[in-house]
């Protein structure tokens, strides 16, 4: 009996520990960009080891996201065409990875570089900080005054939503959560910033 116990409990912390990684490993930044002619050489982005970058077409011609020779990653969408059509790519090695339209390689290109922690002026611009943390009643949530929030959303362990706002609040309570870690995901202009939150 007293295995069968044991045994129970340590399924218990085995799937609570699978729920939290997963939460954790889904904390990540996600950023779009717009991808047509005429978009120019430069659309470049300084970002950290595990955030995606989503190029979504805006034109109706075929295009390819290819990574150029000295890429930190190798990467090639391959021909897609058609306005709405987009390629998805997560970052992990830190480096630089320089990029083109194969198409239109003179008018279409950047640079993704990532690197393990973003500079002062990238973390002024889309910074955001959560305190105390952890916290047993009220959160208090700072970003710059030029960041304009589209939402603001918080999950807990297992995924399930349980706060959504369209507007910035400074303070928000989390008295009545249980104890735990929890997910806040800032989207601001196209870019999800998420900070892990932990309820005492």
């Not at 904390?27 to 120019?40: E, F, S, V, Y």
């Not at 279409?108 to 105390?132: H, R, Y």
Request: glycine letters at 8%; aromatic letters at 10%; hydrophobic letters at 35%.
């Amino acid at each position: 009996m007293y295995y069968n116990q044991k045994l129970k409990t340590m399924k218990k912390t085995l799937l609570v520990l699978l729920f939290l990684g997963t939460a954790i490993t889904q904390a990540q930044t996600t950023h779009n960009l717009d991808w047509r002619i005429g978009i120019g050489t430069n659309l470049n982005l300084t970002i950290l080891p595990g955030d995606t970058v989503i190029w979504t077409w805006s034109d109706a011609f075929p295009h390819t996201i290819t990574s150029k020779a000295g890429s930190a990653e190798t990467f090639n969408s391959g021909t897609l065409t058609g306005n709405g059509s987009s390629y998805s790519k997560t970052f992990n090695t830190v480096g630089t990875n320089p990029y083109q339209c194969n198409f239109h390689p003179l008018s279409m290109a950047g640079n993704i570089t990532v690197q393990t922690s973003l500079g002062i002026e990238d973390f002024k611009q889309k910074g955001l900080s959560i305190s105390p943390n952890p916290s047993d009643s009220f959160i208090n949530l700072e970003l710059p005054n030029n960041i304009k929030i589209d939402e603001i959303k918080i999950f807990d362990a297992l995924g399930k939503q349980i706060y959504k706002s369209n507007q910035f609040k400074k303070n928000i309570d989390v008295t009545n959560w249980a104890k735990g870690v929890y997910i806040l995901k800032v989207t601001s202009e196209g870019i999800t910033r998420t900070k892990k939150i932990l309820k005492k």
